[in-house]
């Protein structure tokens, strides 16, 4: 059995969404998709891994929509990045999960005008696509990176294949604060 766990090929910087110190001596990378019901599992998770971590975490997330198993994915993405270029991404990312079954484009809209959003923006950038470009440059990223599935999460670059349990992750966060690979 190898002990090889793939490298983050892309990795983290100022592209990305993240919550959490940029000086945070571990970052934790979630490539997600927005139906996926793991995924929404994992996000309670990782919102208790990270106020149990404090500034020791950094938290990122790209999207990763499995499209052929998840036909509002994408939609949903694009909507992230509507809301992100706004300055709402987090507020929009925690709204799609917790309505994961409201994903059609008339529950985005009422989506963008609860977490705030100038609802008239948001929806011609959806219309125009212009957030599609990058949504699959991080979808690409993972491919290169060695994502097979959502959630994938990687840990100071590595990939993590351990539990996605809040004490699983916090266990591998502490191997890293330890400078062991996660």
Same mark, same amino acid.
């Given at each position: 059995?190898?002990?090889?766990?793939?490298?983050?090929?892309?990795?983290?910087?100022?592209?990305?969404?993240?919550?959490?110190?940029?000086?945070?001596?571990?970052?934790?990378?979630?490539?997600?998709?927005?139906?996926?019901?793991?995924?929404?599992?994992?996000?309670?998770?990782?919102?208790?891994?990270?106020?149990?971590?404090?500034?020791?975490?950094?938290?990122?997330?790209?999207?990763?929509?499995?499209?052929?198993?998840?036909?509002?994915?994408?939609?949903?993405?694009?909507?992230?990045?509507?809301?992100?270029?706004?300055? !709402? /991404?987090?507020?929009?990312? %925690?709204?799609?999960?917790?309505?994961?079954?409201?994903? +059609? *484009?008339?529950?985005?809209? =009422?989506?963008?005008?609860?977490?705030?959003?100038?609802?008239? !923006? /948001?929806?011609?950038?959806? %219309?125009?696509?212009?957030?599609?470009?990058?949504?699959? +440059? *991080?979808?690409?990223?993972? =491919?290169?990176?060695?994502?097979?599935?959502?959630?994938?999460?990687?840990?100071?670059?590595?990939?993590?294949?351990?539990?996605?349990?809040?004490?699983?992750?916090?266990?591998?966060?502490?191997?890293?604060?330890?400078?062991?690979?996660?």
């Amino acid at each position: 059995m190898s002990t090889y766990s793939p490298s983050l090929v892309l990795p983290v910087g100022g592209r990305d969404h993240t919550l959490g110190p940029a000086t945070a001596p571990v970052t934790l990378l979630e490539y997600g998709d927005y139906e996926c019901p793991h995924c929404r599992a994992t996000h309670a998770v990782v919102a208790d891994v990270r106020l149990r971590m404090g500034t020791l975490l950094r938290f990122a997330y790209r999207h990763f929509p499995l499209t052929n198993v998840h036909p509002h994915a994408q939609r949903a993405a694009e909507a992230a990045e509507a809301a992100g270029a706004q300055g !709402r /991404f987090w507020p929009m990312h %925690a709204r799609l999960f917790e309505y994961q079954e409201a994903l +059609e *484009d008339g529950h985005l809209l =009422v989506h963008a005008e609860t977490v705030g959003l100038d609802v008239s !923006r /948001f929806a011609r950038e959806l %219309a125009a696509g212009i957030h599609t470009r990058r949504v699959r +440059e *991080d979808f690409m990223s993972g =491919v290169r990176s060695g994502v097979n599935g959502t959630p994938t999460f990687y840990i100071n670059n590595i990939r993590y294949d351990g539990g996605h349990d809040a004490a699983s992750l916090i266990e591998g966060i502490e191997l890293a604060l330890e400078g062991s690979p996660g």
